[in-house]
């Protein structure tokens, strides 16, 4: 079966120069001049490698002739080991066969090896996996807290003495706090900011972004305050870019958000995440 550029789309299995390839990543180019085309980049499904490749616009390639294996995942060494629940026939894949799928494999998890010519050749995982939190992203909005409170306190110190009837109540309060945090409860929070910075793309994995709540509930009325961050801080402190989009309208006729994450400085693959839920949003209500 063929396919053209036009319906060219991420995990997209085709072959090319003979060879089976999954598609990365592709972008649809109109030049000022000359004919439009349709850069790519493109993983070998036995090899791993990855490779450039542009095609013309409208040009047409043959879909990769695979079969799936239902299969359970039993223990890695230096192979990835699965079995048929079925047969019981045991395979194994290399790092590089697994690819990114390595990093949300878990013991006695349920997967589908695609064979190509016979010999399986990579993992597909399900649309679902439950993962636990690592240890450094653990309770990083009471470290932004902290970090927030502290600056805040010794930035405003000569407002907060000199000029402390002038301030809100809730501001006062918020400056209060961030005296009593001590430097060494400061540095620890710096510290711990920044070992989940550098966890960052472990975090993420192969994911181009994160779907999180927006807030506990929807929007308050008027314009007194934004309502309660708490799913923010997470990603104020880590420094990535966010996107909010509207996911439904509660009965004061204000909305519940949902919020994109996505890599730092990757913003421009974000909003194109965020487009896309939007479009699937608005098909849906």
Not at 3 to 32: C, M, N
Not at 39 to 60: A, Y
Not at 166 to 186: K, V
Request: some cysteine; hydrophobic content about 45%; glycine content about 8%.
């Amino acid at each position: 079966m063929q396919v053209s550029t036009a319906e060219f789309k991420k995990g997209l299995r085709i072959v090319y120069d003979g060879h089976p390839y999954t598609i990365v990543d592709f972008q649809h180019v109109k030049p000022g001049k000359g004919g439009a085309f349709v850069r790519t980049k493109l993983k070998h499904m036995k090899l791993g490698k990855v490779i450039d490749n542009t095609f013309r616009s409208g040009e047409k390639v043959e879909l990769v002739d695979f079969e799936d294996k239902h299969m359970q995942f039993l223990y890695r060494d230096d192979r990835y080991h699965f079995m048929d629940m079925e047969t019981y026939e045991q395979v194994s894949l290399s790092a590089d066969e697994i690819g990114d799928a390595r990093q949300y494999l878990q013991e006695n998890a349920e997967v589908d090896v695609l064979y190509v010519g016979g010999a399986p050749v990579a993992v597909e995982l399900p649309n679902f996996v439950e993962l636990a939190i690592a240890p450094e992203h653990h309770g990083l909005a009471e470290v932004q807290d902290t970090i927030m409170r502290f600056e805040m306190a010794q930035s405003l110190a000569y407002e907060r003495i000199e000029h402390s009837a002038e301030l809100s109540p809730r501001l006062a309060q918020m400056l209060d706090a961030g005296m009593t945090i001590g430097a060494d409860e400061y540095d620890a929070a710096l510290a711990r900011a920044a070992a989940a910075r550098a966890g960052l793309a472990a975090f993420f994995g192969p994911c181009d972004a994160i779907l999180v709540p927006a807030a506990p509930g929807e929007a308050p009325s008027g314009l007194g305050n934004t309502g309660n961050p708490i799913f923010n801080r997470m990603w104020t402190l880590l420094g990535v870019p966010c996107v909010t989009l509207p996911a439904r309208w509660a009965e004061n006729g204000l909305p519940t958000g949902i919020q994109l994450v996505g890599r730092s400085r990757d913003d421009a693959r974000l909003m194109g995440c965020a487009a896309f839920l939007e479009q699937a949003l608005a098909a849906s209500r």
